[in-house]
């Protein structure tokens, strides 16, 4: 202000005056009317590497080089004729996040298609490796999964303090390895229970997962991590269990029903 002439600020005092007057404060219903009640939205598209995972107790399990992506594939689910020409790349994408905030604090995250399509996801993995003092074991190898997902919601109720989850998918495609048991799966497939192989529905293709998560306690009443599912309902099938690099069958698993399935997680 050292060089502001004193005729200018005057003039600037002045003009300031009656435009601070002008504001006046929003009462509550205007400020109801203006306060996001049309939520975010927000379109993703990504792709992840991680070069190596590892989780340390005394001895530590490493997971190398992850992969999540997109399946850049067309043919998923060929004998229903999936159309998913256009969106087939190595991205995770097709995805549309709706973000809300209820009138009762709860808040919801939807996930869903940009388009009718589903999303297709892949994700692979290298060794999976135990090391200690003793030396290392490759536990798993070779992970690959391509899938689609349907659906997703995450809502945390704020009357229950509980996280929902909720979402469908349908794994086309899950092969890997156990090499400490010489024992590999391939061509892993899950859908709805309900879905018929030859007649097949898009509405019948997903298994619906629903979780409830929450501060529960343990068997000693102390609060720890609570997972509970009341219900999941499923067909599994396996084209092929290698042992000693030698397929020796095939297994299907119909109407697989997991109920009352209660999980509490805490350390030791």
């Known amino acids: ?25 929003l009462d509550e219903i205007s400020m109801g009317n203006i306060t996001g009640q049309a939520g975010v939205t927000i379109e993703l598209e990504t792709r992840l590497n991680i070069d190596r995972f590892i989780y340390t107790d005394e001895g530590s399990l490493e997971i190398n080089d992850i992969f999540v992506g997109g399946a850049n594939r067309t043919d998923m689910f060929s004998e229903m004729n999936v159309n998913l020409v256009g969106q087939a790349s190595d991205r995770l994408d097709n995805i549309r996040v709706n973000i809300d905030i209820a009138s009762d604090g709860d808040a919801i995250i939807n996930l869903l298609p940009l388009s009718f399509n589903a999303v297709d996801f892949r994700m692979t993995t290298g ?21 689609l997902i349907g659906s997703g919601t995450i809502r945390v109720d704020t009357a229950t303090d509980t996280l929902r989850l909720l979402t469908d998918i349908a794994i086309d495609d899950m092969d890997f390895d156990i090499p400490f048991l010489a024992m590999g799966i391939r061509d892993l497939r899950l859908t709805g229970a309900d879905y018929d192989l030859q007649a097949p529905q898009p509405l019948r293709l997903f298994a619906t997962v629903d979780l409830d998560i929450f501060k529960g306690a343990n068997a000693a009443g102390t609060e720890v ?19 000693g690099g030698t397929s020796i069958g095939s297994v299907m698993l119909d109407d697989l029903a997991i109920t009352n399935t209660s999980m509490r997680i805490y350390g030791h």
């Open 225 to 243: 991590l609570a997972i509970e599912m009341d219900s999941f309902r499923a067909d599994l099938s396996i084209g092929g269990v290698l042992i």
């Open 127 to 147: 060794a999976w490796n135990l090391t200690g003092t003793d030396g290392s074991t490759t536990i798993m190898d070779n992970f690959q999964m391509d899938m």
């Open 1 to 25: 202000m050292k060089g502001l002439k004193p005729t200018m600020l005057a003039l600037c005092v002045a003009g300031a005056a009656p435009a601070a007057m002008a504001f006046q404060p």
